[in-house]
């Protein structure tokens, strides 16, 4: 079995199952955490003295 094949096997697996699922309040925690360090980042821009 050639490489090509053993890679086109892998990404045919890959395709059919999923890793992680995530819910509600998992996308929720990520777009607060996310929001939180843009939040953070724009105030140590604006009033961060470096």
Known sequence: MNSTAVLA????????SRLISLR?????IIVLH??????IGFYLKR????
Do not use: H, M, N
């Open 9 to 16: 096997a892998v990404l045919q697996t890959a395709a059919r």
């Open 24 to 28: 509600l309040p998992d996308v929720l």
């Open 34 to 39: 996310f929001a939180a360090v843009l939040g």
């Open 47 to 50: 009033f961060g003295a470096l």
